[in-house]
């Protein structure tokens, strides 16, 4: 008899195992590092600069996480996630 529920509950066991460890690795946003690593891949595939010359900084605009910054004239947003952001034009001077 033991059985008999022994092993659907086994079965069903290992699979909410194996669901909540997917989905606790998914809800894990990147490291600052591997979001500089990507915009830094961004900016070589589009300029064909170097990857050395990334840096990325936090910043004081909600919703975003960093802003990396490349060469002299390359800069991208990102969020939490490290999807790119756009930021507002805020006008003159800001």
Do not use: K, N, Q
């Amino acid at each position: 008899m033991m059985r008999g529920i022994g092993l659907p509950l086994l079965g069903l066991v290992a699979f909410a195992a194996a669901f909540g460890l997917l989905a606790g690795m998914r809800a894990v946003p990147p490291s600052e590092t591997e979001i500089i690593l990507e915009a830094a891949a961004r900016y070589v595939a589009e300029t064909g600069g170097a990857a050395t010359e990334c840096a990325g900084r936090p910043a004081p605009v909600p919703g975003v996480r960093l802003v990396v910054t490349c060469g002299e004239a390359w800069a991208m947003a990102v969020d939490d996630w490290g999807r790119p952001v756009d930021l507002p034009d805020m006008g003159p001077g800001t």
